[in-house]
């Protein structure tokens, strides 16, 4: 059975998009969590063009499952997760011009001293990266907990034969991440529908999923939209 991590981004999106107060992430943090999210997760970005540096601390003292913070491999970063002290840091590439992040972590040795440091404060690290064995060894090497497989070319792929050799790739990074005792997790581009096939590849434990669960709460409310992916994950 896989764990949910709800990502609520999308919440703070739509509340910068006037610079005022409502909707509150806090508040729909706790509406996922009563309707089946095992975990609430957030992008804290160096342009804090969504979620702010107040919904983390709040969602610290608030959040009764687990909180996920997704955030660059920055000194400004790692201190503020040092302070909060997440149950995971889920390290992730930023640009700013990006819409959304385009693509898995390209791991390097300052990864390695960052995930060290991250650690030492009792933080599980996980690390985003592509379902890839060359970047997996370097998870692996550098003493990562966690690996989330970004599952975005995945989800952009129309031709059948791609996509069952992408969902090819994926199982065996699974099994790679496995054999080594990291923690399996996958997110990006994620929907109702694409998620059928991913999910019945054995050993994911994790689903982060924000954008499509957002949409679909527009149109029938944010506790049937999670309850529903929930359903589908396990």
Not at 73 to 92: F, G, H, N, R, W
């Amino acid at each position: 059975m896989a764990n949910l991590g709800v990502n609520i981004d999308h919440i703070a999106t739509l509340r910068q998009a006037r610079l005022g107060i409502e909707p509150e992430p806090v508040y729909a943090a706790a509406i996922a969590e009563q309707n089946g999210a095992d975990q609430i997760t957030v992008h804290l970005r160096e342009d804090r063009r969504h979620i702010q540096l107040r919904d983390v601390k709040l969602l610290r003292q608030t959040v009764q499952t687990k909180l996920n913070l997704e955030m660059a491999a920055t000194e400004e970063m790692v201190s503020i997760a040092q302070t909060i002290k997440p149950d995971t840091v889920t390290l992730v590439p930023e640009k700013r011009e990006e819409l959304t992040t385009e693509g898995g972590l390209k791991l390097t040795e300052h990864h390695r001293g960052v995930i060290k440091n991250l650690k030492e404060s009792g933080i599980e690290v996980s690390v985003f990266i592509e379902p890839d064995p060359k970047i997996i060894k370097l998870a692996i090497k550098y003493d990562a907990d966690a690996v989330e497989i970004h599952t975005g070319t995945y989800a952009n792929l129309k031709d059948a034969n791609e996509i069952e050799a992408e969902l090819q790739r994926i199982e065996k990074a699974v099994k790679m991440i496995s054999t080594a005792n990291l923690r399996v997790a996958a997110g990006h581009g994620l929907t109702y529908h694409n998620i059928n096939k991913l999910s019945k590849i054995d050993g994911i434990e994790e689903y982060n999923i924000g954008h499509s669960i957002i949409c679909r709460s527009v149109f029938s409310g944010l506790a049937e939209a999670v309850y529903t992916m929930k359903m589908l994950v396990e």
